[in-house]
C-alpha cells in the first residue's frame, strides 16, 4: 500500500514503522477503507474516567492503540502509596493532580496524542460536554460516580416519539472496568440498547455501615475507632484541633489522615483495641480498594480491545460482560446480561416495591438506602405532584411527613412514588409502584 500508518496518523516521532503493527490490523482488500479506518480513529474522542490505577493502564494502552483525542477527567491527588501501580506517577509528583500529571506524561512519551486533563468532579461538566464524546471509558472504584455517569448517557439519549427507538447519533457507549485484588471485570454499556450499570446495581453490596450507637459507646474492632474519629470526633468542638471550625475531612491531606490516625489510635487504647495503624485508617477512611498492578493490566487491555473494535469496527464487540479472576489460578467468563424492565435508570417501567401500609415515611426512606436495588444516599420523594420529603431547602418544610406513614401521606396502592438521589444525575428520577401486603 502506498500510505503508511504513520503518514495517516501524523506521528512525526522519527520513529520509522512504529504504528505498522495497527496497519496490519486496520489494512483491507481496498487502500480507501484502510484510510478511511484509520482517518476514524484519528478524530476519535475518548473521555476516561479516573487517572488511577486503572486509569493510568487505560490511558496508556489507548495512546499506543492509536487514539489520539483523550481527555481524562480525575478530582484526586498523588499519594506516595499511589506509586506501586500507577507508573505515570513520579515520587516527585506526589501531592499534585493525576489527571495533569498522567496527560503531562502521555503527552511527552507518545508524540502525536492529545490529552486534555481536567482536575474536576464528573458532577461540574454540563450535558454539552458529555456530548462531544464518541466513547466514555471508566476506571472507578467509586459505585457511585459509576451510577452517576452511567445515569448521564442514559439521560442524553433522543428517542423516536412515535416508535420510543433510540437515536443512534445520540448514543454514546460506555465501557466500565473494575478491579479488586485478584479479580476484574470490564463490560460494554449502550446506553439503550444493552444493560445499563444501574441494571446490574444489586451485585453491588450497599458499603459496610457501623450503628452510631457502637461507635460512640461500645467500639469492638479498630474500624469502629477509626469511623468515630471521622464521623464523631472530627465534628466535636470539645476535641482539641487545628483545623478551623467546618473544615471538610480532605483524604488526600496528610495533616488530616495523621490526625485522623491519632484519635483513633488514643481511641482503641483506651477500649483495649489493637491494630489502628496509619495504613487501615486510609483504607477505612478513604474506601481504599485492594490493587494489583497485573489485574489492573488485564482489564485494561480488555477495555481498550473494545474500545479499538467500536471505533474502527475491526471485529465484534463484547456483548456484553467479561469477569476475570486470578485467585485460583486463572478464569475468565464472557456472558450477556440481561437489561433490567425495572431498572431505576433505563427502565420502561415503573418498580414494584411492596410494603405495609403502616410503614412510615422515614422507614420507607431507610429501606431505600439499605434495598441492594436502590441504594439511595439523600432521596428525595414526591408522589401526585407534592413533595413528600424533599432534601435542601426544603428539608424543613418536608421534615414532619417522615413520621407519617403513607396512607395518611393520602398514598394509594398502585401509586407512583418519584425518587431523585444525588447518585443519579440532575433531572433524572426513579418511579416506584407502591404496592400494599
Known amino acids: 500500500m502506498g500510505d503508511s500508518m504513520q503518514d495517516d496518523f501524523d506521528f512525526d516521532d522519527g520513529v520509522q514503522g512504529r504504528w505498522s503493527h495497527l496497519s496490519k490490523l486496520f489494512d483491507k482488500s481496498g487502500p480507501a477503507e484502510s484510510l478511511q479506518t484509520k482517518k476514524t480513529l484519528r478524530n476519535f474522542r475518548v473521555l476516561v474516567i479516573g487517572a488511577g490505577g486503572l486509569g493510568c493502564e487505560i490511558l496508556k494502552d489507548l495512546a499506543l492503540s492509536g487514539f489520539k483525542k483523550i481527555e481524562v477527567i480525575d478530582m484526586d491527588t498523588i499519594d506516595v502509596s499511589n506509586l506501586n501501580r500507577q507508573f505515570l506517577f513520579r515520587r516527585h509528583d506526589v ?153 471538610q475531612i480532605n483524604t488526600d491531606n496528610p495533616d488530616h489522615m495523621s490526625w485522623l490516625f491519632e484519635a483513633a489510635r488514643k481511641r482503641a487504647e483506651e477500649h483495649g483495641i489493637q491494630g489502628v495503624t496509619y495504613k487501615l485508617t486510609q ?33 465484534g464487540s463484547l456483548n456484553n460482560y467479561m469477569m476475570f479472576s486470578g485467585l485460583n489460578g486463572v478464569y475468565t467468563y464472557t456472558f450477556e446480561y440481561e437489561k433490567n424492565p425495572e431498572c431505576a435508570v433505563c427502565g420502561s417501567t415503573a418498580i414494584s ?15 431505600l438506602a439499605e434495598d441492594a436495588r436502590f441504594q439511595f444516599k439523600k432521596p428525595s420523594l414526591r408522589c401526585k405532584g407534592k413533595n413528600l420529603y424533599m432534601q435542601g431547602f426544603l428539608e424543613s418544610v418536608t421534615k414532619a411527613n417522615l413520621d407519617k406513614t403513607l396512607k395518611e401521606l393520602d398514598i394509594e396502592n398502585d401509586d407512583e412514588i418519584s425518587i431523585t438521589d444525588p447518585s443519579l444525575p440532575s433531572g433524572l428520577s426513579t418511579r416506584m409502584r407502591v404496592r400494599y401486603v
Open 95 to 247: 501531592g499534585q493532580s493525576k489527571a495533569e500529571i498522567a496527560a503531562q506524561f502521555i503527552n511527552k512519551r507518545i508524540p502525536g496524542v492529545n490529552v486534555i486533563p481536567h482536575f474536576k468532579r464528573i458532577q461540574e461538566f454540563d450535558e454539552d460536554f458529555y456530548r462531544g464524546f464518541n466513547l466514555v471509558i471508566s476506571g472507578l472504584d467509586s459505585i457511585e460516580a459509576r451510577r452517576w455517569i452511567n445515569g448521564l448517557l442514559v439521560s442524553l439519549i433522543v428517542k423516536d416519539p412515535v416508535s420510543g427507538d433510540p437515536d443512534v447519533d445520540t448514543i454514546i457507549p460506555f465501557i466500565d472496568g473494575g478491579t479488586e485484588g485478584f479479580k476484574g471485570q470490564s463490560r460494554l454499556l449502550i446506553p439503550g440498547v444493552s444493560a445499563c450499570f444501574e441494571c446490574s446495581l444489586s451485585m453491588f453490596p450497599p458499603a459496610t455501615t457501623f450503628p452510631l450507637c457502637t461507635l460512640a459507646n461500645t467500639p469492638r474492632v479498630p474500624e469502629h475507632c477509626i469511623q468515630w474519629a471521622s464521623l464523631i470526633a472530627w465534628e466535636d468542638q470539645t476535641i482539641n484541633k487545628t483545623f478551623s471550625k467546618g473544615t
Open 283 to 315: 483504607g477505612v477512611v478513604k474506601n481504599i480498594i485492594p490493587a494489583i498492578a497485573s489485574t489492573n493490566a488485564i482489564i485494561s487491555a480488555s477495555c481498550v480491545v473494545e474500545a479499538l473494535k467500536i471505533a474502527t469496527g475491526c471485529a
Open 353 to 367: 416495591y411492596s410494603v405495609a401500609s403502616s410503614i412510615t415515611l422515614k422507614e420507607l426512606k431507610d429501606n
